[in-house]
């Protein structure tokens, strides 16, 4: 049996740094200090540098982070795309926020509109003009991404993710002192009850102290991506359509558009290639405060069905790349005939 060639493989990412690794978690074991410490205050400084924004406020998950940004903007109501994982909807629904499902454009992202929207940055794609023009973003895929002077925008540093902890993490990144100030009471930093609307949602000094280490690494790991991304736009065949066309694209994620995407995916398996769906359930299908299943929402249904995503991660081969892409053509012409 062939080797597997794995969606992802966070060995070969820190083999090379785990001597630095180490040495960040035994300096946190012997501070004795957990939480709200040096490490969380010199990520949060180094994040928003990073980012471009003046302030950053650290927190458990991604998804806190959307709640956190939505309760400290007392946003009410905002639309949101619906082929976006079902975590972006919970977010802003803990809150506050009643969230208005939307279909998507041909290219899957959130379509032109008026009022209040959350675009999320699917896969690490650069957003558009009508995208970028929003005041909250679900960042989670797009670490690389500067975002613009108005925004506030919500980043998930989840395992997998191109910066990701050994565990969970997350941040929000602003200009507004405000909300610096807001998401910080929010989530927990002191003792102080605020009409109990705190969620105690506190990044710990090890994670920080991981997420500095990697965080040096970061530009490269993006680089990386970057050309894996441009290989498979090259090389693969005419039959799966790269999502990511724009050189800013961070690929985060590797997404093709294919038919029979089910049967594809499931010849790719067969072939040793490891794939994932990200996403299939369209946020209106799902049972939530937010779905509605009598509601046809076609582009988005169309997007669910048929987006299939490959193996991309720092390290990988070109032969990898060659059997990913052989693996493809192989799938696609069994469905075709």
């Known amino acids: 049996m062939r080797d597997l060639v794995p969606l ?5 990412i820190h083999a090379p740094i785990r001597a630095e690794i180490d040495r960040a978690v035994a300096r946190v074991l012997d501070s004795g200090w957990f939480l709200r410490g040096r490490e969380v205050a010199a ?6 540098d990073f980012c471009g924004q003046a302030y950053c406020v650290a927190c458990n998950s991604g998804t806190d982070a959307l709640t956190l940004a939505a309760m400290a903007m007392q ?13 972006t909807a919970v977010g802003l629904h803990r809150g506050g926020v009643a969230v208005n499902v939307v279909d998507v454009d041909s290219d899957g992202r959130l379509a032109a509109r008026d009022g209040e929207a ?13 995208e970028a023009r929003h ?15 108005q925004a506030t925008a919500c980043w998930s540093f989840y395992p997998t993710k191109t ?11 602003t200009n507004d002192i405000g909300l610096r100030d807001a998401m910080r009471e929010l989530s927990g930093r002191d003792d102080r ?12 000094e090890i994670q920080a102290a991981i997420l500095r280490v990697k965080l040096k690494h970061l530009p490269a790991w993006i680089a990386e991506r970057q050309a894996i991304g441009a290989w498979y736009r090259a090389h693969l065949p005419p039959g799966a359509r790269m999502v990511a066309t724009d050189a800013r694209d961070l690929h985060h994620l590797a997404v093709v558009r294919v038919a029979a995407r089910d049967a594809v995916a ?7 290639i490891e794939t994932k769906v990200h996403f299939p359930v369209p946020l209106h299908l799902q049972q939530a405060p937010w779905g509605d299943p009598a509601r046809h929402l076609p582009a988005a249904e169309a997007w669910c069905g048929s987006v299939l995503t490959l193996p991309c991660f720092p390290g990988m081969t070109e032969t990898e790349l060659g059997r990913v892409a052989g693996a493809l053509e192989l799938a696609l012409a069994g469905v075709a005939s």
């Open 266 to 272: 499931a010849t790719l398996k067969a072939e040793g």
């Open 193 to 204: 009850l605020r009409d109990g609307r705190q969620i105690t949602s506190r990044m710990d």
């Open 75 to 87: 946003l009410r109501a905002a639309d949101a795309q619906a082929n976006t994982l079902a975590l």
């Open 118 to 130: 959350v675009p999320v940055l699917l896969f690490g794609r650069h957003p558009t003009p009508a």
């Open 8 to 12: 992802n493989d966070l060995t070969r």
């Open 163 to 173: 910066l990701g902890a050994a565990g969970d993490g997350g941040a929000a990144t």
């Open 43 to 48: 990520f949060e400084e180094e994040w928003a």
């Open 135 to 149: 005041r909250l973003f679900d960042a989670a895929h797009a670490h690389g991404w500067r975002p613009p002077a």
